[in-house]
Nanobody, 125 residues
Framework: QVQLLESGGGLVQTGGSLRLSCAAS????????MAWFRQAPGKEREFIAA????????HYADSAKGRFTISRDNAKNTLYLRMDTPKPEDKAVYYC??????????????????WGQGTQVTVSS
């Protein structure tokens, strides 16, 4: 089993920045893609960004391109999401997710085997 624990959420102003972290523990060998999703009240879980095991390949939703940066430090077993110039519509619970081979389609929640409990991000204007 793999445990994922997000941290770093909170209140941020538009024009500011925030960095979310996701610490992985347990049977983390051979984890593949990792990703960030978010879910706002009354909405479906939405893909934000994904990164390959070695970090050489990243993918972003259109809403995140140019503002958010996903990265991972495998030595620390930690995934990050840096949010720059957040907007009020970025308010949501942010979840990290991890996939184990065989890998699924990176932007689909069903592809991921493990999920964190989420961290709330609120953006004030």
């Amino acid at each position: 089993q793999v445990q994922l624990l997000e941290s770093g959420g909170g209140l941020v102003q538009t024009g500011g920045s925030l960095r979310l972290s996701c610490a992985a523990s347990g049977s983390i060998r051979n984890l593949g893609n990792m990703a960030w999703f978010r879910q706002a009240p009354g909405k479906e879980r939405e893909f934000i960004a994904a990164i390959s095991f070695a970090g050489g390949s990243t993918h972003y939703a259109d809403s995140a391109k140019g503002r958010f940066t996903i990265s991972r430090d495998n030595a620390k077993n930690t995934l990050y999401l840096r949010m720059d110039t957040p907007k009020p519509e970025d308010k949501a619970v942010y979840y990290c997710a991890a996939d184990r081979p065989p890998l699924g389609i990176y932007y689909r929640p069903a592809a991921y085997d493990y999920w964190g409990q989420g961290t709330q991000v609120t953006v004030s204007s």
